[in-house]
């Protein structure tokens, strides 16, 4: 039988343990982001009249050559997406071109890809590269956000909740919640 200094003595390791783990698990998925994005104050920039813009949106501007290179890299490589507030989050993405392989052929511009979280077994990310540019669906427990370009082929791209999507976009993913 264990002596109560004895006792105490283990449940204060187990404790700090607990709390290394957790500090190490919050320092693994806070990631910086890659160099391809970048918050960017809206005042900066111009942007489309206010009716073509979801009511509340966060401002990023993205580099897609280096995107790009990321994900011609390896087979199924992990890529930085930003949070819909604040901070940004580590994805595995993989191949998932819904396109036949003919077609595929005929329009490389043109990708698909499924993101898995590696932090959060809920998270669906579905992502399309093409030359309108970057667009993403990210749906969570909370609800679905969006990634896509402010104007087509912008390097400037708009973060914002599905609550606030705005009437006329161009977003490939938007058709899905008219259904």
């Not at 918050?39 to 949106?57: C, G, H, K, N, S």
């Not at 401002?59 to 790009?68: E, I, T, V």
Request: glycine letters at 4%; proline letters at 6%.
């Amino acid at each position: 039988m264990l002596s109560l200094s004895k006792t105490i003595i283990l449940c204060f390791c187990l404790f700090l343990c607990t709390q290394c783990v957790s500090s190490l698990r919050q320092q693994l998925y806070q990631v910086d982001p890659p160099g391809y994005w970048y918050d960017v104050v809206a005042d900066t920039i111009d942007l489309p009249a206010a009716e073509e813009l979801p009511r509340q949106f966060r401002l990023l501007k993205m580099n897609m050559d280096q995107l790009n290179t990321t994900l011609a890299t390896i087979d199924e490589p992990h890529v930085i997406l930003p949070h819909l507030d604040t901070g940004f989050f580590a994805i595995k993405v993989k191949n998932s071109s819904i396109l036949p392989a003919r077609l595929a052929i005929k329009y490389p511009g043109i990708r698909s890809y499924q993101g898995i979280d590696l932090e959060e077994e809920f998270m669906d990310v579905r992502i399309d590269v093409n030359s309108a540019g970057f667009f993403a669906m990210i749906t969570t427990r909370s609800g679905i956000y969006f990634i896509n370009p402010v104007s087509d082929g912008s390097d400037y791209h708009i973060c914002y909740d599905e609550e606030h999507v705005p009437r006329d976009t161009n977003n490939p993913f938007h058709e899905a919640l008219k259904e």
